[in-house]
């Protein structure tokens, strides 16, 4: 009997990419150092991707307020 609707084992969003050859073996050289199936290995290198990524943002916007005649916001007020 066929359900209406396909349900996966899992909740997580599944991708498929593609690996240059180059990227496909220095994550499988650092997944087995780090003794982690490449797919956890590389969900933990996309995080991190995306925390520096976040940094970069966050670094821009405080140079631009960052500025000669910039206004000061006590720490209290900032955060209502």
């Keep these: 009997m066929f359900h209406k609707y396909n349900i ?3 909740s997580k ?3 498929n990419i593609s690996l240059p050859s180059d990227i496909e073996k220095v994550l499988e050289k650092i ?3 780090d003794d982690l199936p490449q797919a ?3 969900i933990q ?3 991190m991707a995306i925390e520096i990524d976040e940094d970069e943002i966050l670094n821009r ?3 631009e307020r960052d500025a000669k005649n910039a206004k ?3 720490h209290k007020d ?3």
């Design 8 to 10: 996966m084992a899992t």
């Design 13 to 15: 969003k599944r991708i």
């Design 31 to 33: 997944a087995a150092r």
């Design 40 to 42: 956890t290995k590389a």
């Design 45 to 47: 290198l996309i995080r």
């Design 61 to 63: 916007v405080a140079n």
């Design 72 to 74: 000061f916001v006590p």
């Design 78 to 80: 900032a955060w209502l």
